[in-house]
């Protein structure tokens, strides 16, 4: 089982181990009526995710970050969501299989470091009401999805 440790008044989690993704519905921060959750899914830090209402997550799915997934949602197999700097998915979103979903990525102002010591950025990804992501699609930290109003 991973282990966070709360640094700063802003209540900020810093990720200390991966652990082995597994978990048990009891620990997700919200898990909705009807959702169904393939075996093989691996959800690190369950407590950052919650799934509304008849969501699906096919087999083999690893769920990493702060996940919020609207109602009727589906997560194809296959598919790898580092989400440390936020997902957010609206209500009846589809995610084809083995589609990636990465909302961090390392410093370029510290490309003298190694890049395991160089700072994260964080960028939410949201994927609004009704939008599709196709089979084998890559998004990026930053990312919109979706019809864009106003």
Not at 93 to 110: A, D, K, L, M
Not at 125 to 141: K, N, Q
């Amino acid at each position: 089982m991973g282990v966070l440790d709360k640094v700063g008044d802003g209540g900020e989690v810093t990720w200390k181990s991966r652990g082995d993704g597994q978990f048990a519905w009891s620990e997700l921060a919200v898990v909705g009526d009807g959702t169904i959750i393939e075996d093989g899914t691996k959800i690190f830090h369950p407590e950052c995710v919650s799934i509304g209402n008849e969501c699906y997550i096919g087999h083999d799915c690893y769920i990493r970050g702060y996940v919020a997934m609207g109602e009727g949602c589906w997560i194809g197999p296959g598919c790898s969501i580092n989400a440390e700097g936020g997902l957010l998915m609206g209500d009846n979103v589809e995610i084809g299989p083995r589609v990636t979903i990465v909302t961090t990525v390392r410093s370029r102002h510290e490309y003298s470091k190694p890049a395991t010591e160089r700072k994260f950025v964080k960028m939410e990804v949201e994927i609004r009401d009704g939008a599709r992501v196709g089979a084998g699609t890559t998004l990026l930290p930053g990312a919109l999805v979706g019809i864009v109003t106003g």
